[in-house]
């Protein structure tokens, strides 16, 4: 039985890149292969001079359309890769969710295109749909360690950058389910703050946190964590890394004593109650007046 | 040494017509390094030492490069019941042409063109290919004429000036049907004699070969098949001219197919590099090529239809993928005669 693959890239009269380059081989492999142009150039923008025309998500939909006006929107395999418009990698997740409810066996190979070397090359807003739509809907991708990286991390540097638009100077990403290079036991939690130098240039500072992950739930958690924050920046106002160290390291002494103490009156065996889980506060008292650093801010 | 060709032809994303219906079998063929093509390795003793059984040329199968400028881009062809897309405009094609040359990339040993409803287009095309040639003067213009078929015009009008006026004379290999090949010429076919001063005929406007790809005329080998003619001007070693002309009986199949002319094309380009001066040999590994897509299309298409139901156009696409080995080596299983 046929095998048959969407792919949706660009076009090079000459040369192999996009739809030139992924479609001989799978064809010699004998796989089907139903081409969308993103854009038809001349050659591939690495060449001295490079000439043509573009795809917009309309012409892409009306394309789409004309397949599932004859039925024919059944495949076993969408391929996307190298895109610059946002409103088009929109249409094209649009196409593959839709595939996908056709035929839920569908394979979506995804080649996030966003840089390498350390610089992106491809408009910052693609980010977050590669992250909210583009990866959620993917089975098979291939980033290079800079996408991975900026896929994962960069998306909530942009986040942070989106919310200082907003007003606030500081920003304290508390939590989150990045995957943490110290493995699953910790938890990233994310910094960004704007400050003017003295010679007048605003610069911003941007740190990340692991943070070891306790298991259990606390209340008051987050309340402290502001106050903390309140305290450390005010102690620290110009250094972010310092006043996140600090007050995350008072959490985790807090956390760490209250764990041990419920544990401890609940007994072997038995789940903590909420009584029991309460904030050892008092007790730790020297920890909140001078706390040892136990967590590590890297500066991003 | 490659060889490199420019397509200039339609894009589907789906099935098999235009650029998608010669892109892919160019690319796969074998290409032989022959003397006649500029810059292409010598035909050395080695390379008939590495000759296979059967007697083939030895050959490098290195494939052609395929460069393919997209005339238009739709979703399929336009049998279906429905077909959406855009197109590109003459502007636009001088565009991309413009690219190619500011990159000084612009020399091919082949053009290929077919279907083309756009005279303004279809002239930008013409400029490229004259300016190709100064480039190159060994160029070979591969041309499929596309007016119509049994008795009518299916593209506008104002393209039949425009092809007898300005295309046929710039192309070296043309590949009309009957009707076409009438329609430039002004005369009819109604035998072989007429196929053959036709033929002439069409030489006389630019090409020195000419396939008339199929005709009415009555088959010897009974109505089970159709006669297609081929003729070519060769230059001989010594100076002098001749014309070799062939007939071709071909078996007919019952169902239309969509993007045959256009493999047709790109795969007499292939065996025509193949067999220079070999037209009888170059048609019968053409129409073979052509008889095993065919054949392995409408098995297919049958079973997919079920028994006793017509197949639909999505069916009756072109098995072209699984045919790579024919496409690569054909069977012969035709012979045309020497007239």
Not at chain 1, 28 to 34: Q, R
Not at chain 2, 209 to 220: A, E, M, N, Q, Y
Not at chain 2, 306 to 316: E, K, V
């Amino acid at each position: 039985m046929d095998c048959r693959v969407l792919s949706v890239q660009s076009h090079v009269v000459r040369g192999y890149v996009g739809n030139k380059s992924a479609s001989f081989p799978l064809q010699v492999l004998g796989f089907e292969v139903d081409t969308i142009n993103s854009v038809q150039f001349s050659n591939h923008t690495g060449y001295e001079h490079w000439k043509g025309q573009v795809l917009t998500a309309d012409e892409l939909h009306v394309l789409y359309e004309g397949i599932k006006l004859n039925n024919v929107n059944q495949y076993d395999y969408v391929l996307t890769g190298y895109t610059r418009d946002d409103s088009f990698l929109d249409m094209v997740v649009d196409i593959v969710q839709e595939l996908k409810r056709a035929n839920p066996n569908l394979v979506y190979v995804c080649d996030p295109v966003l840089g390498d070397n350390g610089a992106m090359y491809v408009p910052e807003n693609l980010l977050p749909i590669y992250r909210c739509k583009v990866v959620p809907a993917a089975d098979i991708i291939t980033p290079n360690q800079f996408e991975a990286e900026t896929i994962t991390i960069k998306i909530t540097i942009l986040v942070m950058n989106l919310l200082h638009s907003m007003g606030p100077d500081t920003v304290v990403i508390t939590s989150s389910d990045l995957p943490s290079p110290l493995g699953d036991q910790y938890l990233v939690a994310l910094g960004s703050q704007k400050r003017v130098n003295a010679d007048g240039t605003m610069v911003t500072q941007q740190i990340r946190m692991d943070i070891p992950r306790v298991d259990a739930v606390f209340v008051g958690t987050g309340d402290l964590f502001a106050a903390m924050l309140l305290a450390w920046t005010h102690l620290h106002p110009n250094n972010l890394k310092m006043a996140c160290e600090k007050t995350v390291s008072v959490l985790c002494h807090v956390i760490k004593r209250t764990i041990t103490y419920a544990k401890e009156v609940a007994g072997p065996n038995r789940r903590p109650s909420p009584a029991q889980l309460e904030l050892r506060m008092v007790q730790s008292k020297a920890d909140i007046e001078d706390p040892a650093i136990v967590v590590n801010a890297v500066v991003l | 040494m490659e060889c490199r060709v420019l397509s200039i032809q339609s894009h589907v994303v789906r099935g098999y017509v235009g650029n998608k219906s010669a892109s892919f079998p160019l690319q796969v063929s074998a290409v032989h390094p022959r003397l006649a093509t500029a810059g292409a390795a010598r035909y050395t003793r080695d390379n008939r030492a590495r000759a296979g059984a059967g007697g083939r040329e030895g050959h490098m199968v290195l494939g052609f490069e395929v460069d393919s400028i997209n005339s238009v881009q739709f979703s399929n062809h336009t049998g279906y019941s429905h077909w959406k897309g855009q197109v590109l405009t003459a502007d636009e094609l001088h565009v991309l042409y413009e690219g190619i040359k500011l990159n000084n990339v612009n020399h091919y040993d082949y053009v290929l063109t077919g279907y083309t409803r756009d005279t303004s287009f279809l002239e930008m095309v013409v400029d490229i290919v004259q300016e190709l040639k100064r480039a190159n003067p060994n160029l070979v213009y591969v041309c499929d004429p596309v007016l119509g078929d049994h008795g009518s015009m299916y593209v506008p009008q104002n393209l039949h000036p425009v092809y007898k006026n300005k295309v046929v004379p710039v192309a070296d290999i043309i590949t009309p049907n009957q009707f076409e090949a009438e329609l430039l010429t002004g005369k009819n076919i109604s035998t072989e004699k007429d196929a053959v001063e036709v033929m002439d005929l069409l030489h006389k406007m630019g090409p020195d070969t000419v396939v008339i790809t199929s005709s009415d005329l009555p088959p010897r080998l009974g109505d089970r098949f159709l006669v297609s003619f081929g003729s070519k001007r060769i230059l001989m070693p010594d100076g002098t001219r001749t014309t070799q002309r062939i007939r071709i009986e071909v078996p007919k199949v019952d169902a239309v197919f969509v993007g045959t002319g256009d493999l047709f094309a790109a795969m007499l380009l292939a065996w025509t590099h193949h067999y220079p001066t070999d037209l009888k040999t170059a048609c019968e590994k053409t129409f073979s090529v052509m008889h095993h897509v065919i054949r392995r299309t409408i098995s297919y298409a049958h079973e997919m239809a079920g028994p006793g139901r017509r197949p639909s156009p999505a069916q009756l696409e072109l098995r072209m993928v699984q045919s790579k080995a024919d496409i690569e080596d054909p069977t012969i299983v035709m012979e045309a005669t020497v007239i």
